[in-house]
């Protein structure tokens, strides 16, 4: 959380490039904290519902910030960035086993900050990458599932376009 609101501030205060570093850094450590608990066998509702507002502090509001420009389309994009991983952690917070397959928000975030620092800031290409995000996010009909995620020639094409980047 506290990289969250770090990225918040920078992005509020025009440092885009320190905004996209911290949402990576809330990202490595959102796996790891995981990772922790489960190994220290130290999970709890109380420490879950911490995760959410963390994971939606990170990977809500402040990568929607990495979309936000003077334009008014671009702060609709933003808070339907914001809407979609609110949707997406509300069904993953269910607790209904498969209930719902979506991109998690935690990768999306990932992709829109790496986008960001990889293209210096290309808004054209970041909203283009935006508007995949939130339909992968709250459409189980966008989101390639596991049987595609597996498939070598997935891993080809995410090879190849990691390689064009």
Known sequence: MVMGMASI??????????????????????????????RLNACSAL??????FADFTTFGIATSL??????????????????????RL??????????????????SSAILASASLLSGGNMTMLRVIAVAMILFMISQNFYPHDKVLESQTWKKVVYAGGKVI
């Open 9 to 38: 501030l920078s992005s509020l205060n025009g440092h885009h490039h320190a905004a996209c570093w911290l949402v990576l850094i809330g990202y490595l450590l959102d796996l790891a904290d995981g990772a922790v608990a489960r």
């Open 47 to 52: 420490g879950a519902k911490l995760d959410d």
């Open 66 to 87: 990495l979309l936000r420009t003077s334009d008014l389309l671009d702060n609709v994009l933003c808070m339907c960035y914001v809407l979609s991983v609110f949707v």
């Open 90 to 107: 509300c069904f993953f917070s269910s607790g209904i086993p498969f209930m719902y397959r979506g991109l998690p928000c935690i990768y």
